[in-house]
């Protein structure tokens, strides 16, 4: 459905073979000159790498994590951290 807005109407369209087609019924007198606004593309966001975010590093100091890995299989074996 198209939208009045202010003195534009807004006309849905798809751009095929050089010529801008209406998606719907269009009520504007044969022959009207029109202006075609079209709205520049969204850039493409880049995912960032971790090493960029304010997160990274925050555990460096930590004694108790030597690597990433066996932290985990302690957490896995003992979640709780209790000591038996």
Known sequence: MFAEIGKLMVIPAKFEHGVFKPLEDVILEEGTVVEVYVPKPKALKTKKSIRESGIFGVWRQRTD??????????????PRGYKF
């Open 65 to 78: 994590i030597t690597d990433g890995v066996s932290y985990v299989d302690k957490l896995r074996d003992n």
